[in-house]
């Protein structure tokens, strides 16, 4: 049997580019890569048998939108799989004195950018609203316990929360100071030193089908 059709979509060519490194690198040459907007597809209809997301539709203000366009795209019976962050579930211990206040400022800041920082608790329904069937939702988490998993959490966090965009974002938000930030960077780096060290991302998960 020969390998199925790939296509992979993302609005940022930066990432695109690593997905085509990552791809050649693995050998994986059934693989095509777009730069491209979830709202509008470079897809005929009724293209797919399968569509998967994870950590979109939190980032995605517009959540039936896209799911209405991801349907356009599936054929009858087609499958769609997400996967998204529950972020007040998630969580680092020891948390830190001021580690908190960051995690707060994380998901007001998702939430301002017009996110879904708790999508992955509103995937059922979301999809039921977008007219798919067959549902069959559950949950994980991504748990990291291991001097080299909390070394990639610590460099994850890190490059992320303190880039300068994000930093600029949240203070000309009104939601943290530059003092604060500084002070979750030592905190963060205390985390990535402890002996007991863990940290974990919580996802809900989804399945279901176009009728």
């Known amino acids: 049997m020969q390998p ?13 580019e690593m997905a085509r490194t990552a791809a050649a690198a693995g050998g994986h040459d059934n693989i095509t890569f777009h730069v491209g907007n979830v709202y509008e597809l470079p897809f005929e209809d009724n293209y ?37 962050m529950i972020a ?8 830190g004195e001021h580690m908190p206040g960051a ?40 748990y990291f316990d291991t001097a080299e998993e909390i070394s990639f959490l610590h460099a994850f966090i890190s490059d ?3 880039m ?5 974002a949240a203070t000309q938000y009104g939601l943290a100071t530059h003092a604060q ?15 007991g060290a863990v940290g974990a991302l919580a996802f809900g998960e989804a399945i279901s089908r176009k009728p």
Do not use: Y
Not at 50 to 62: E, F, I, N, T
Not at 104 to 116: M, V
């Open 48 to 84: 797919f048998d399968v569509a998967h997301c994870h950590a979109v539709l939190m980032h995605v203000p517009d959540t039936q939108t896209a799911l209405k366009e991801v349907k356009r795209v599936l054929k009858p019976g087609g499958i769609i799989a997400s996967r998204e």
């Open 4 to 16: 199925g059709e790939v296509h992979g979509v993302d609005m940022e060519e930066s990432q695109i």
């Open 103 to 142: 995690w707060a400022t994380f998901i007001k800041l998702l939430a301002a950018n017009g996110g879904h920082p708790q999508m992955g608790k509103e995937l059922k329904n979301a999809l039921l609203q977008a007219g798919f069937a067959d549902i069959n939702a559950s949950g994980s988490f991504d």
């Open 181 to 195: 930030f500084d002070q979750w960077r030592v905190e963060i780096d205390q985390w990535k030193d402890e002996n």
């Open 164 to 168: 300068p965009g994000v930093v600029a």
């Open 88 to 95: 007040d579930s998630s969580f680092i211990e020891p948390a």
């Open 160 to 162: 992320w929360f303190f």
